[in-house]
């Protein structure tokens, strides 16, 4: 039911109307929200359909997947180490709750609380800016990559361990490293199961995109000036040439006079 309200949804705003107006145009057309919306979803599981036919169909070449690694994979680092860290970030300063005296003074004692035996990823949750339902795991990162805020502190830093309190223009942090690791570079062939998905993906949702642009048309064919120039629709008389529907055609109160000019 949510698809199809998007759908709806979709089709108002591809003809510059809100749903109220489209509703009025449906009503003088003799066709009713529910039948309309009944219609709509019909249209879009037969289109879904279709889909799923043509995504079976979908082919993926190899030059499509060469282009796809090239650019997700060319600026990618050719070695070094990454790092596996976690974050405590308390914000402080502008348009934070607290200034960063204040910020540093709450990471210093979740610090205190760490070196207690507290796990790090429990304070994170507690009080960190910083994926804190991921108990501040802020996935591995390449040394290259590293701000430079960050680099002399992880330099030496050995797996569980924990930084210093940083302070930072807008806030205070605490970083644990949880692992390291040389880096290997993805090559094509590690790549290509993942670059298939994402090519057939691609082209998938470029099939959808020319359905519901078909459906759009199908079920509201054009804008006419009237609606661009009423406001309220509903206490309107029956426009002249209002926007029109396949739906009304086929509905036996669109039987009289044509929807269209």
């Keep these: 039911e949510a698809d199809v309200d998007k759908a709806i949804e979709g089709i108002a705003n591809e003809n510059g109307l809100s749903l109220e107006q489209l509703r009025a145009s449906l009503a003088s057309h003799g066709i009713g929200w529910d039948e309309y919306r009944s219609r709509i979803k019909a249209e879009m599981e037969r289109q879904k359909v279709i889909g799923t036919m043509v995504s079976s169909q979908i082919q993926v070449e190899e030059r499509e997947l060469h282009?796809?690694?090239?650019?997700?994979?060319?600026s990618q680092p050719q070695g070094g180490e990454t790092l596996h860290v976690r974050q405590i970030l308390v914000l402080g300063g502008e348009d934070t709750p607290r200034d960063v005296p204040t910020a540093c003074k709450i990471a210093r004692n979740a610090r205190a609380r760490i070196e207690k035996g507290e796990p790090f990823e429990t304070?994170?949750?507690?009080i960190s800016a910083a994926a804190p339902q991921q108990g501040g795991d802020i996935g591995w990162l390449h040394t290259d990559s590293l701000a430079d805020w960050m680099k002399t502190p992880m330099a030496a830093l050995e797996p569980g361990a924990v930084t210093p309190v940083i302070e930072l223009p807008f806030g205070c942090t605490i970083l644990q490293l949880v692992e390291r690791s040389e880096y290997e570079p993805i090559s094509f062939e590690q790549a290509?199961?993942?670059?298939?998905?994402?090519?057939?993906?691609?082209k998938v949702m470029d099939e959808y995109r020319e359905w519901m642009e078909d459906l759009r048309k199908r079920t509201f064919i054009e804008r006419r000036g009237y609606f661009a120039q009423s406001a309220n629709?509903?206490?309107?008389?029956?426009?002249?040439?209002?926007?029109?529907?396949?739906?009304?055609?086929?509905?036996?109160?669109?039987e009289g006079p044509s929807a269209t000019p």
């Design 67 to 74: 282009a796809l690694y090239d650019e997700l994979y060319t």
């Design 123 to 126: 304070l994170a949750q507690e």
């Design 192 to 202: 290509k199961s993942s670059l298939q998905q994402e090519v057939h993906q691609r």
């Design 233 to 254: 629709l509903a206490a309107s008389p029956r426009p002249q040439g209002a926007l029109a529907s396949d739906a009304a055609a086929n509905s036996p109160a669109a």
